[in-house]
């Protein structure tokens, strides 16, 4: 028990002055800019995209804040999106692969190949062998209709 508890002419009241000379400095992360270099970014990006890998022990592990390497991934999204656009290259769609034929559609090439292309509504079958050039005519016509 305070000795001073009984005492009433004990002053009790709080001093607010401020100590000349104490600080206290308090670092919680990292405390300086770095600078990165491109193929060290690309590095933790496909480190971080690998399977079952979680994006917040990778950016641990570099000394990096989960929120940059999410940016960064964002980022090279972006631009290998904007690289397929500015290219031409075609981006890809999915494709199934069945062994069964549709019953309406026979088969009439001899080596029993065809592919099937499903745009919009339509949908064209090509046996055969067949010229790149017109089979793109048609693509291109069936898009610019549906």
């Given at each position: ?66 929120q940059q390497l999410f940016t960064w991934r964002n980022e090279f999204r972006r631009q290998q999106a904007a690289r397929v656009q500015q ?45 790149a050039k017109a089979l793109a005519a048609v693509l291109r016509a069936v898009k610019a209709a549906t």
């Open positions: 028990m305070s000795p001073h508890r009984f005492k009433t002419n004990f002053n009790r009241s709080v001093k607010t002055e401020a100590s000349r000379g104490l600080r206290v400095e308090v670092i919680t992360g990292v405390e300086r800019r770095r600078d990165w270099t491109d193929e060290e970014k690309l590095s933790i990006i496909m480190e971080s995209c690998q399977d079952g890998v979680v994006i917040s022990d990778v950016a641990r592990r570099h000394g990096m804040k989960p290219n031409g290259t075609p981006a890809f769609a999915p494709v199934m692969i069945a062994d069964e034929r549709p019953a309406a559609a026979p088969v009439s090439s001899t080596d029993g190949a065809l592919i099937e292309i499903a745009i919009g509504g339509a949908t064209i079958r090509v046996s055969g062998g067949v010229d």
